[in-house]
T-cell receptor
Framework: AQSVTQLDSQVPVFEEAPVELRCNYS??????LFWYVQYPNQGLQLLLK??????LVKGINGFEAEFNKSQTSFHLRKPSVHISDTAEYFC???????????FGTGTRLQVFP | NAGVMQNPRHLVRRRGQEARLRCSPM?????VYWYRQLPEEGLKFMVY????????ESGMPKERFSAEFPKEGPSILRIQQVVRGDSAAYFC?????????????FGQGTRLTVV
């Protein structure tokens, strides 16, 4: 079975500050990894994904994430956040032998002016 | 190319009524997934369908819930005799499918409120 842990339920940060949202996963098989963003009353939008290759992946809106296999982590980072980054962020995995996404409980990023 | 369309966006039902949630996948997508998001929780997988077939329903409650994806028309998630605990946001995602990974695109969700 697989599970995804997002330890921080809320992350408050001031505008233009750097931010890191943490994600750890557990799986007995290889997985693909994802970060999604959800704006209020909206669906989920894919920020970035790791399928294979370079462990540092860049996504939309200036976000990037690094896959660390030994620590089973996939932390999301942005060097300078904007007010418009305020949203809920979900980390997810897909085992290579299935098509379903397994989500963490989410981290609410609140950016203050 | 329109995105994944879900309707209605908001649905209010009294306890004991039936709820029908519709999902039209993106053009060219033959795989549909339903997820449920309870308040203050992440999304939980419910069911994975291809045209006229249920591939994986391991996340579906055993009673009152059913899903279909007919040859023609949208995918339907049906909840019979709704209870307060069914209040949640229900999201549909679609993908073209295939042997390699293909990205799933999400709809904006249906927010079900049971009163």
């Amino acid at each position: 079975a697989q599970s995804v842990t997002q330890l921080d339920s809320q992350v408050p940060v001031f505008e233009e500050a750097p931010v890191e949202l943490r994600c750890n996963y557990s799986s007995s098989v290889s997985v693909y990894l994802f970060w999604y963003v959800q704006y209020p009353n909206q669906g989920l939008q894919l920020l970035l994904k790791y399928l294979s290759g370079s462990t540092l992946v860049k996504g939309i809106n200036g976000f990037e994430a690094e896959f660390n296999k030994s620590q089973t982590s996939f932390h999301l980072r942005k060097p300078s956040v904007h007010i418009s980054d305020t949203a809920e962020y979900f980390c997810a995995v897909t085992p290579l032998n299935t098509d379903k996404l397994i989500f963490g409980t989410g981290t609410r990023l609140q950016v203050f002016p | 190319n329109a995105g994944v369309m879900q309707n209605p966006r908001h649905l209010v039902r009294r306890r004991g009524q039936e709820a029908r949630l519709r999902c039209s996948p993106m053009k060219g997508h033959s795989h549909v997934y339903w997820y449920r998001q309870l308040p203050e929780e992440g999304l939980k997988f419910m069911v994975y369908l291809q045209k006229e077939n249920i591939i994986d329903e391991s996340g579906m409650p055993k009673e009152r819930f059913s899903a279909e994806f007919p040859k023609e028309g949208p995918s339907i998630l049906r909840i019979q005799q709704v209870v307060r605990g069914d209040s949640a946001a229900y999201f549909c995602a679609s993908s073209p499918g295939g042997s390699l990974y293909t990205e799933a695109f999400f709809g904006q969700g249906t927010r079900l409120t049971v009163v």
